[in-house]
């Protein structure tokens, strides 16, 4: 009998940030650096500007927030599309908080997704609604996090 179905991921990712002396010192290394996955665009990355990083860049932690709300999006989307449920519009106010530990760790504690939904006239707003929740289930990025990610959803019938 045949394993679960796999898919692989790679990314290549080059410290920028040796400024001449690298880390000799805490204050004066960059955190610049960049992702490389094969045929898409680079992300020019560095650390939060809380951590000594460059605003202009996205940091892991902007990502790590994207990554759940467009899997949950594209999730839901789906879930629609099966549905026979006509989406129209669909943005997303998220955010996320970080906690940090004396010992300098931390992580994320929770993540809220504010996911507003746009469906066609005639539609059944309240099963669109309730697909947030399978949707969730189903989001890989979300099953792969250990902190509670919460949803507060709007629909609207056009």
């Given at each position: 009998?045949?394993?679960?179905?796999?898919?692989?991921?790679?990314?290549?990712?080059?410290?920028?940030?040796?400024?001449?002396t690298g880390t000799a010192e805490y204050a004066t290394y960059g955190r610049e650096h960049r992702i490389a996955i094969a045929g898409?665009?680079?992300l020019a990355v560095s650390a939060d500007p809380a951590?000594?990083?460059?605003?202009?860049?996205?940091?892991?932690?902007?990502?790590?927030?994207?990554?759940?709300?467009?899997?949950?999006m594209l999730s839901y989307l789906a879930l629609c599309a099966r549905q026979r449920i006509a989406v129209t519009?669909?943005?997303?106010?998220?955010?996320?908080?970080?906690?940090?530990?004396?010992?300098?760790?931390?992580?994320?504690?929770?993540?809220?997704?504010?996911?507003?939904?746009?469906?066609?006239?005639g539609g059944d707003a309240a099963a669109a609604l309730a697909l947030h929740d399978r949707a969730h289930a189903l989001c890989f990025i979300a099953n792969s996090?250990?902190?509670?990610?919460?949803?507060?959803?709007?629909?609207?019938?056009?």
């Open positions: 009998m045949a394993g679960p179905k796999q898919h692989t991921y790679s990314a290549d990712l080059t410290w920028e940030g040796n400024h001449g898409k665009p680079d951590f000594r990083g460059d605003q202009a860049r996205h940091n892991p932690e902007d990502l790590l927030l994207a990554a759940v709300a467009s899997c949950h519009r669909y943005s997303d106010s998220a955010s996320g908080t970080l906690a940090l530990r004396p010992d300098g760790g931390g992580g994320f504690t929770e993540v809220t997704l504010r996911p507003r939904v746009t469906i066609a006239k996090c250990s902190f509670p990610i919460r949803h507060q959803a709007q629909v609207d019938v056009e």
